[in-house]
């Protein structure tokens, strides 16, 4: 089952310490993803999934990896206080999931509130097929963008330390031989 | 009874076991990058939970059929998908001023790893070097 793929990909992921390996690792886990929400239902996101997490963030990573080297060294401290941190989260979460729904039920109470509106009127309203579309470029537009909003910001932000960096780079350079 | 919560939770908890491991590498690994995929990898996993809240069995993509008229057509909840559509551009996003970051720190101090920053830093402090 893609599940218990996804989490043999985590645990590689957590092991290897060659960083080439664990960008191509973590494309294959997106990709895998981007399987699993096929399956649950969720043709968009996957899409976007195996487009922006398995494509782009994988050339990100390259990207930043070609700059900065690919060896990671072995970690100093001991790993034992993060271990017993993690645990004790994970078991907080598992027991909150106790008091979950079980998976797939269609009385969940997600699905009614807003979603059965979405899903009724929807197609009276906008008059586009495709319930996702709709809902994220009509009902939750605001949400969208917002969304190019960040988007925007973290484009400007990247531009700025990269090429703040190569203009620091270059006064030091032109301070030493003046 | 165990075993019908396992089988309907089994989901649930493998997201929650990839989201610690993702956890796990963000506190634990000191190499500026890992950490990145790390915060990542949780990033996936809290999709992967979202995306199974919005799952019915025997649903369909939320692709409407004909204007929804037939009521045997069960559609999957679409609102848990358009918020993580929202959620995986910010996510890149994010990654990516992550990642610029690193590369500046990489040339500023020429190391990744987090204790050699931390060493360099102590001993930069005294000499008063301005940081870029």
């Known amino acids: 089952m893609l599940l218990t793929l996804l989490a043999a990909t985590g645990f590689a992921l957590l092991r290897i310490r060659n960083l080439f390996a664990v960008v191509m690792l973590a ?50 401290h001991t790993p034992l206080l993060p271990l017993f941190v993690v645990c004790l989260t994970g078991a907080a979460l598992v027991y909150g ?7 797939g039920e269609a009385s969940n109470p997600v699905h009614h509130h807003v979603a059965d509106h979405y899903l009724e009127e929807s197609y009276g309203e906008i008059g586009i097929p495709n319930v996702v579309t709709s809902v994220l470029a009509s009902y939750r537009g605001y949400d969208t963008m917002g969304e190019t909003t960040v988007v925007f910001a973290a484009a400007v932000g990247v531009m700025i330390l990269l090429v703040g960096g190569a203009r620091a780079r270059r006064a030091r350079g032109g301070g030493e031989e003046g | 009874m165990t075993l019908d919560l396992l089988l309907t939770h089994y989901n649930y908890w493998v997201v929650i076991f990839l989201m610690m491991v993702g956890f796990y590498i963000l506190i634990s690994r000191g190499n500026l990058i890992k950490k990145i995929v790390g915060l990542n990898v949780f990033q996936t996993s809290v999709f992967m939970l979202y995306i199974s809240l919005g799952k019915i069995t025997e649903g369909t993509p939320p692709i409407l059929v004909d204007g929804y008229g037939d009521a045997d057509v069960v559609y999957s909840n679409p609102l848990p998908h358009v918020l993580i559509l929202t959620a995986i551009v910010v996510g890149i996003a994010t990654t990516s001023v992550g990642l610029a970051l690193a590369v500046r720190i990489k040339e500023a101090y020429g190391t990744l790893e987090e204790d050699e920053i931390t060493g360099i830093e102590a001993g930069i402090e005294p000499a008063g070097e301005a940081g870029g």
């Not at chain 1, 999931?97 to 998976?103: A, E, Q, V």
């Open chain 1, 27 to 76: 494309g294959v886990y997106s990709l895998l993803s981007a399987g699993l929400f096929t399956v649950m239902d969720a043709v968009d996101v996957a899409f976007t999934e195996a487009a922006v997490g398995a494509g782009i963030s994988t050339v990100l990573f390259l990207g930043a990896l070609a700059l900065c080297g690919h060896h990671e060294s072995k970690p100093g």
């Open chain 1, 97 to 103: 999931t106790m008091d979950m729904p079980g998976f």
